[in-house]
């Protein structure tokens, strides 16, 4: 009778199976996945059904997922932090915001969290070593600009991004708008990122959403996108990481634009995420293996494609052109905070542009645009056949 059912087991363990987008679990790796969800998803004290059939749990502030962190078992929740916005930028005159819980919000000491489902840990499988942000990776194709290193080091970055929805031609595709932060040599980079991208294999749809990115290795052993991982804190109890954004930007418009920040505490040393102005939460420095301050930081677009295959759209799809303000992706009133933690805005001559294919993106920086857009870049591209 024993030896029957460690057959039955076996049977059950080896060839009953799951699919999802193409990815096949077995009844043990299912059973691992129900368990892995038991730790991330917290107990609510409220739950909210979105427009798009997400659920966001509403989790008290000092019990979210992060605190599982090893190395923030004792951290201390900075609820605000101990600066002020790196600019005060032009005041959002809509009434209404890009992002958050439209119609409700979570109650007073709790905060949102998009609820991980079983499908999503099951894509999450397919993400691994293929990141996006690790450097020289192929198949991916870069627009961007970043201040020189020796100009540095730097402790924010701030800038106003058009949001779009590129159109991609397939699931494993990834395109991207961001500003970031990092420090160190590539191997162990130490990096933040934030912004909007459309990831399939991430989120199961083509649509554009609100993400932030970590690692202190490069993306080795550390880091992840949103809170898939633990590592980002959670303040605000209105903007979360991951969210779908409803309003996008059209080619020769309307245009749909938000600030977005990364700044360093200068007492805590904790870096914080900030939209439309509002902080939103941050990462403990104690994530970080080099991370007092940033070599590098900068903001542009990202790619990815597999080999052999056309790379999709980034930004509005189109080339930045002399109707750039309507028809190209952009970061206006881009600053950073120098190494006297001043908050200003960078040259020409202390910046880089980079465009790794003219033909399928490109990347303008303009250091004496209109009052207006301040300083800003513009960059996108229709992809194509963009090489390796």
Request: charged share 20%; glycine share 8%; aromatic share 12%.
């Amino acid at each position: 009778m024993i030896h029957i059912l460690s057959f039955v087991v076996y049977l059950l363990s080896s060839h009953v199976s799951l699919k999802v987008d193409g990815i096949q679990t077995t009844l043990k790796e299912d059973l691992d996945l129900e368990r892995q969800l038991e730790l991330v998803n917290k107990p609510p004290t409220k739950s909210i059904h979105t427009e798009f059939g997400d659920i966001v749990d509403c989790i008290d502030i000092y019990k979210q997922p992060s605190f599982d962190h090893p190395l923030l078992k004792d951290h201390k929740l900075q609820r605000k932090p101990n600066l002020h916005n790196m600019i005060k930028g032009r005041k959002n005159l809509r009434t209404r915001s890009m992002f958050g819980l439209s119609k409700d919000e979570c109650p007073k000491g709790t905060v949102p969290i998009l609820r991980t489902t079983k499908d999503d840990l099951i894509r999450d499988k397919s993400m691994l070593n293929n990141h996006i942000l690790v450097q020289d990776l192929p198949g991916v194709h870069l627009a961007e600009v970043s201040p020189k290193p020796h100009f540095g080091p730097y402790y924010g970055v701030k800038g106003t991004n058009s949001v779009y929805n590129p159109r991609l031609d397939a699931k494993f595709q990834i395109s991207m708008s961001h500003l970031w932060v990092q420090n160190g040599p590539i191997k162990s980079t130490n990096k933040i990122s934030l912004g909007w991208h459309v990831i399939p294999t991430l989120y199961g749809d083509y649509g554009t959403h609100l993400y932030s990115s970590w690692t202190s290795d490069n993306y080795k052993k550390t880091g992840c996108y949103n809170i898939r991982c633990a590592g980002f804190v959670q303040t605000s109890k209105e903007i979360y990481l991951g969210l779908r954004i409803t309003n996008v930007s059209v080619y020769g418009g309307p245009i749909y634009a938000s600030p977005f920040s990364i700044s360093q505490d200068p007492k805590t040393k904790n870096w914080w995420l900030s939209i439309e102005n509002k902080f939103i939460g941050y990462f403990p420095i104690k994530l970080f293996s080099n991370m007092s301050s940033a070599d590098e930081v900068g903001w542009g677009g990202r790619t990815r494609t597999r080999l052999g295959t056309h790379s999709p759209q980034m930004g509005s799809g189109h080339l930045p052109n002399d109707n750039i303000a309507t028809h190209a992706c952009y970061f206006r009133q881009v600053t950073i905070q120098d190494s006297s933690r001043r908050t200003r805005g960078a040259k020409a001559y202390e910046t880089y542009s980079f465009s790794d294919n003219p033909n399928c993106y490109d990347v303008k920086y303009y250091a004496d645009a209109v009052h207006y857009f301040g300083l800003a870049l513009f960059f996108g591209g229709p992809g194509g056949n963009c090489g390796n």
